[in-house]
């Protein structure tokens, strides 16, 4: 069965602390992924440490909105990026994917869920130092998940003035991709629209 590559356009939908987790669904391939800013509170380790999801650690914290920012102002969001595999099979070589722009500060917060994968790789890339995002979950059975949480700021640009400088929409990142293999080994992919951030 062919797949073709897909994306959802979500509203961001803002009030007060609400939104709507951006999401690829595909009728036919059976996997999606969603990501979100944890507006709920999330529970993370001390700085400098990598975690895994399900174990307890200290401090809430609560992402900034996505809407109406000022501007030279700092703020955070905690991201989360999950992968969930719909079919009756296990999918294979299960790999994500994304891009932050150069106006943001990334840090891995938790990670969990596959079978052989590896811890995810963030690599600052380009004169702009913008954030690559490269995980590899391996596989997942039917039904499951596989989860990431990303630490994301607003960082000072190469003046040393903290972002965002002017009103505008900005885009945190280029969108979740998701590829893997199905139980044919052919390979699909899908993808996340970005998150939009918007200055007043």
Avoid at 97 to 104: L, N, Q, S, Y
Avoid at 142 to 158: C, R
């Amino acid at each position: 069965m062919k797949v073709k590559k897909l994306s959802l356009i979500v509203a961001l939908v803002s009030l007060t602390l609400f939104f709507v987790p951006l999401t690829f669904a595909c009728g036919t391939c059976g996997v999606t992924i969603t990501k979100e800013p944890l507006y709920s509170g999330y529970t993370i380790e001390p700085s400098g440490h990598q975690c895994v999801l399900g174990t307890t650690y200290t401090g809430w914290v609560n992402s900034a909105p996505t809407s109406d920012l000022e501007l030279y102002t700092f703020y955070e969001w905690w991201v989360q990026i999950q992968v969930t595999n719909w079919n009756s099979y296990t999918i294979t070589n299960v790999r994500v994917m994304d891009r932050f722009g150069a106006e943001f500060g990334v840090d891995l917060v938790a990670y969990s869920g596959g079978a052989g994968g590896t811890m995810p790789v963030l690599t600052p890339q380009g004169n702009s130092e913008k954030i690559f995002v490269d995980w590899y979950i391996g596989s997942l059975g039917s039904g499951q998940s596989a989860t990431l949480v990303l630490h994301v700021w607003t960082d000072h640009n190469p003046a040393d003035k903290q972002e965002f400088t002017s009103c505008d929409a900005y885009y945190m990142n280029s969108g979740a991709v998701v590829k893997w293999l199905d139980s044919n080994s052919k390979q699909n992919s899908a993808e996340s629209d970005p998150i939009v951030l918007t200055t007043f």
